[in-house]
């Protein structure tokens, strides 16, 4: 997809997932994103498109580049071709300040069909997953994190986070967790989890729904101490057969996608101080070397 013609395919088969999803296709938000990353669309990335029940799902299709190579910047080539404003808020400054410090995996990013560019992904290398507490010594990390170590700490997170998402829309910070034991996802840890993190009681499909979770991210701000989701993930080749309701609009990109997905989905359910909400994503293209990262740590005793 290094070439025009590919962008063109690629813009078209965008266009569709957002009908399909009811959602009209921006071609003056989507097109100069292609083009900016056109160089990166040739190399086994993984691509997929994304849906999530609640307000922060309504009216957009998001798009999901990840397994860039960890020299490939994606903020700045957003800021260099002017998909997004530069801005004096630290969430501009802290994916320049996590390379810096940090040892790279790879990069992604996300973009809506409407919303345009919304997030960057830092991922870790897979053997080391970093401690919170050097996140924390960043300058332009979120205060909350630090607010909440003694969270992590508690629940064995600490040491382990592997992935670092930003949110330069709603200005926000994902940390990604896999925890090394399945008791985590015991309906009494996520219980206790969702209790500590000041989530209202999990529902029972939320419940039987983690027992087959792979992992665990929090949501922060740099408004608040206060986490603002704890999202949980499986992957599955059968959404529609996970123990919990399924939303129509996940039901139609799985049933429907304008593209032959592959065999894996990952699911996720995000517990919010208003609710639950649901979100899928669905691999318009994918590759072996994520195996590691979306699969359920098995206890070894």
């Known amino acids: 997809m290094s070439e025009t013609t590919g962008i063109a395919e690629f813009y078209s088969v965008t266009e569709k997932t957002a009908q399909l999803m009811g959602v009209p296709c921006e071609r003056d938000t989507v097109w100069p994103i292609l083009d900016a990353y056109k160089d990166v669309m040739a190399l086994p ?23 860039l190579p960890k020299d490939v910047d994606p903020y700045a080539i957003a800021l260099e071709k002017g998909l997004v404003e530069k801005t004096e808020h630290p969430v501009g400054k802290l994916l320049e300040e996590i390379h810096q410090a940090f040892p790279i995996g790879g990069y992604g990013f996300d973009y809506g069909v409407v919303g345009g560019f919304k997030k960057t992904w830092t991922f870790f290398p897979a053997p080391e997953p970093q401690p919170a507490a050097k996140l924390v010594e960043l300058p332009s990390m979120p205060r909350s994190v630090a607010d909440n170590l003694g969270f992590f700490e508690k629940y064995g997170l600490e040491e382990i986070v592997n992935t670092i998402g930003i949110d330069y829309a709603k200005r926000t ?83 429907e996608a304008p593209y032959t997905a592959g065999e894996q989905f990952v699911y996720g359910i995000a517990a919010t101080p208003k609710g639950e909400n649901h979100k899928i994503q669905s691999y318009y293209q994918w590759h072996t070397r994520v195996e590691s990262l979306l699969t359920p740590v098995v206890d070894a005793g």
């Open 45 to 67: 990335t993984v691509i997929s498109f994304r849906t999530q029940t609640g307000p922060r799902g309504a009216g957009d299709v998001d798009c999901r580049w990840t397994m």
């Open 173 to 255: 910070v994902n940390l990604y967790f896999n925890p090394p034991e399945r008791e985590f996802f015991s309906a009494e840890g996520i219980r206790a989890v969702l209790r500590d993190a000041g989530m209202p009681e999990p529902s029972e499909g939320l419940l039987k729904y983690c027992e087959q979770a792979f992992g665990i991210y929090t949501t922060l701000s740099w408004d608040s101490s206060k986490i603002e989701r704890v999202t949980f993930a499986v992957k599955t080749t059968d959404p529609l057969g996970l123990p919990v309701q399924v939303d129509p609009v996940i039901e139609k990109i799985v049933k």
